[in-house]
């Protein structure tokens, strides 16, 4: 009787293990691919550059805080137009 009851256990573990294994397996790759999906939309929706007034705007700060000097921002000021 006993036996009966750990054979019927050891195979019931095993092909849960088997289709643990496969639904794991298959969910893990569905949430790559919504992440992955999410993350191109994203990208896809963030502007790639900033307006020129932006960018001024940063210059300027930087000027004004003294992390350039007055060359370095008309350099850059030119380059940004």
């Known amino acids: 009787?006993?036996?009966?009851?750990?054979?019927?256990?050891?195979?019931?573990?095993?092909?849960?293990?088997?289709?643990?294994?496969?639904?794991?397996?298959?969910?893990?790759i569905v949430v790559a691919v919504?992440?992955?999906?999410?993350?191109?939309?994203?990208?896809?929706?963030?502007?790639?550059?900033?307006?020129k007034a932006d960018k001024l705007t940063m210059l300027q700060a930087l000027l004004d805080d003294g992390i350039l000097s007055q060359e370095e921002f008309e350099q850059k000021k030119l380059i940004c137009k």
Do not use: D, R, W
Request: aromatic share 24%.
């Open 1 to 28: 009787m006993y036996t009966l009851i750990l054979n019927f256990f050891s195979e019931a573990q095993i092909s849960f293990s088997l289709g643990s294994f496969i639904y794991f397996t298959v969910g893990y």
């Open 34 to 51: 919504i992440m992955h999906l999410k993350y191109y939309f994203k990208a896809k929706e963030a502007p790639a550059t900033k307006s």
